[in-house]
């Protein structure tokens, strides 16, 4: 289980609750773009097999719970929006080292990172929300996101030293916190 360094802040959650609705869109949002980024990764390291094995199941069931999340948009009478950037994600990229296989090893354990931030929050509005369908909804997305974020730190272990994947991971686990600590709160995952 991957230990985040800083907990999330306890009023992000009234910031969501207070616009749920922005909070659902930027959501779906994410869903998307985990799921392209694993097909992504899948397209680019076609000869890494495990990898290949792994990440297309993630990205079938990134897609469904993108899907299940546009359910909930389209019963409430709303509608998705252009995508913006997210500062986080954005903030936790330029972190990224360059060379082939320094950006390989970065970018599994920094998709892991925003994977397991996920399922921190994804939590807190489990625990936001009252009884009912869009409780248990988001207490199953949280299991999800858990076995998510070992995903890629697994993938980081079978390509590289696990002394070497450790070593980056708690460089890249000490920048997210500071990273999460500048933020401003809003309605959104990340």
Sequence with gaps: MLRLRTATDPTWIDVVLNDF???LI???ACERK???T???LVSHYSDRTVLVRELIPFAQEELDHYAQVMEIILDRGLSTQADEKDPYVGALMQLIKRGPEQYFLDRLL????????GCERFGLVAEGLE???LKDFYIDITRSEARHHGL???LAREYFPPERVEQRLDELLES????????PLRPAVH
Aim: aromatic letters at 6%.
């Design 21 to 23: 609705d922005a909070f």
């Design 110 to 117: 920094v998709l892991g990172i925003v994977e397991a931030r």
């Design 34 to 36: 985990a799921s392209a």
């Design 38 to 40: 694993a097909l992504k």
């Design 176 to 183: 997210e916190a500071q990273i999460v600590a500048r933020l």
């Design 131 to 133: 009884p009912g369908p």
């Design 26 to 28: 930027d959501h779906a």
């Design 152 to 154: 890629f730190v697994r």
